[in-house]
């Protein structure tokens, strides 16, 4: 079965900072796919980067770039100068390729401060 | 503009009765999808369906009942047997895999409380 772990319930970082949340996952599976989503205070989950596990790059999304570790199966998550917008729950999910059923992690709660 | 609504935005109901959740979309999606989300969890899969007319348990379907009868429409009853019934539920929809991966759309959600 597959699993996804956020192992930081909460983060800060000041405005126009770097921060990284982490994330790990388990699978058997040799095709899949790993998501980040973010559900600001409106609650409406927002898709905001996609990784393909056979793609060895790494996706970047503008200011949202991961950095995916296929072996250790780490996926975690950067954002450059972050914005008060950025503040957030952001979960990580995986999926696998002949499936449709998202695995989430319990989310990491990031507040951008001024 | 297309997206997938749901409703109501907020939802009490009185312990013992049965409730329906709303889900629409206009994406021409063919897979609909129902979640959970409570406190300090992720997201837990209820029940989806990838085409019309045919549905599958996910993770906690126990008390939870869906029907679809129509591509656009995928509604969740919450019937009397969901031992904790409240949380916030989440519709989503996505479309089909083609060169790169199908990626699950969400409704706003809806907030239901049991009193």
């Known amino acids: 079965a597959q699993t996804v772990t956020q192992s930081q319930p909460e983060m800060s970082v000041q405005e126009a900072e770097t921060v990284t949340l982490s994330c790990t996952y388990d699978?058997?599976?040799?095709?899949?796919?790993l998501f980040w989503y973010k559900q600001p205070p409106s609650r409406q989950m927002i898709l905001v980067i996609r990784?393909?596990?056979?793609?060895?790059q790494n996706a970047t999304e503008n200011r949202f770039s991961v950095n995916f570790q296929k072996a250790a199966k780490s996926f975690s998550l950067k954002i450059s100068d972050s914005q008060l917008g950025d503040t957030a729950m952001y979960f990580c999910?995986?999926?696998?390729?002949?499936?449709?059923?998202?695995?989430f992690g319990t989310g990491t709660r990031l507040q951008v401060f001024p | 503009d297309g997206g997938i609504t749901q409703s109501p935005k907020y939802l009490f109901r009185k312990e013992g009765q049965n409730v329906t959740l709303s889900c629409e979309q206009n994406l021409n999606h063919d897979a609909m999808y129902w979640y959970r989300q409570d406190p300090g969890q992720g997201l837990r899969l209820i029940y989806y369906s990838q085409i019309v007319n045919d549905f599958q348990k996910g993770d906690i379907a126990e008390g939870y009942s869906v029907s679809r009868e129509k591509k656009e429409s995928f509604p969740l009853t919450v019937t009397s047997a969901q031992k904790n019934p409240t949380a916030f539920y989440l519709c989503?929809?996505?479309?089909?895999?083609?060169?790169?991966?199908?990626?699950?759309?969400f409704g706003p959600g809806t907030r239901l409380t049991v009193l």
């Open positions: 699978t058997s599976e040799s095709n899949y796919y």
């Open positions: 989503a929809s996505s479309g089909p895999q083609l060169a790169g991966v199908n990626e699950q759309f």
């Open positions: 990784q393909e596990a056979y793609k060895q």
């Open positions: 999910a995986s999926r696998s390729y002949n499936t449709d059923k998202l695995i």
